[in-house]
């Protein structure tokens, strides 16, 4: 059964930061490119940082130099450290895998407030 399951989310003050965890199963996860998404309240979903399965990384420019994505394969893990956060990163993050395109997880709720 395909599974994605976000978590380490919460609330943090402006400058603070999290650590998210997506934990995969039922894919190879090491074949998959990963990928973090977030949707804010009545905004459309966007692609934040994306991790091939060579480990090349990228990253929306609103997050560049304050996230970084990074993945373990033994573990069948995505990660996305997050710093200097800001009000406007409020949102909810999912984690995505391409070759499960069409799976999303419950996600998790990163408020950013003082």
């Known amino acids: 059964q395909v599974r994605l399951v976000e978590s ?3 609330l943090a003050q402006p400058g603070g930061s999290l650590n998210l965890s997506c934990a995969a199963s039922g894919i190879i996860f090491s074949i998959n490119n990963m990928a973090w998404y977030r949707q804010a309240p009545g905004k459309q979903r966007e692609l934040v940082a994306t991790i091939t399965n060579n480990y090349n990384t990228d990253y929306t420019n609103s997050v560049k130099g304050r996230f970084t994505i990074s993945r373990d394969n033994a ?3 995505v990660y996305l450290q997050m710093n200097s956060l800001k009000p406007e990163d409020t949102a909810t993050y999912y ?4 070759r499960i395109s069409w799976y999303w997880g419950q996600g998790t ?3 950013v407030s003082s």
Do not use: E, F, I, R
Request: aromatic share 0%; with cysteine.
């Open 8 to 10: 380490g989310g919460g």
């Open 75 to 77: 573990k069948n893990m």
């Open 95 to 98: 984690c995505n895998a391409d």
């Open 109 to 111: 709720q990163v408020t």
